[in-house]
């Protein structure tokens, strides 16, 4: 399974982001690494259930856990960050993918 990283624009500057969905940790974890020089770690509690996964990914600032329902977010200069789905959701919204006009509005949130 291919994990699909997605463009996302802040007031002022364009990052990358995946949400941490439970099913695809592990592509997330390998872009997290091929792109940037700190690693980021699968982790799974004892637990069992898709409620108990989650991503310990190293910053900067040090280790910083994202659940489901969280966002991975990158500046594509290396620095990685987690967001919160809300506070992600009030604060970015979706680039249009190359080649497509970004004027046309489809009724998208």
Do not use: C
């Not at 310990?56 to 919160?84: I, N, Y």
């Amino acid at each position: 399974m291919a994990v699909h990283i997605h463009r996302y624009e802040p007031l002022d500057t364009v990052v990358e982001a995946v949400e941490v969905n439970g099913l695809d940790l592990d592509d997330i974890v390998v872009w997290i690494n091929d792109t940037s020089k700190l690693k980021g770690i699968v982790g799974q509690t004892a637990l069992r259930g898709r409620s108990a996964e989650y991503i310990d990914l190293q910053t900067p600032e040090g280790m910083l856990r994202a659940v489901l329902g969280d966002f991975v977010v990158t500046d594509g200069a290396g620095s990685f960050w987690k967001v919160s789905r809300s506070v992600f959701q009030r604060s970015y919204a979706p680039v249009a993918p190359a080649g497509e006009e970004s004027g046309e509005d489809e009724g998208g949130e």
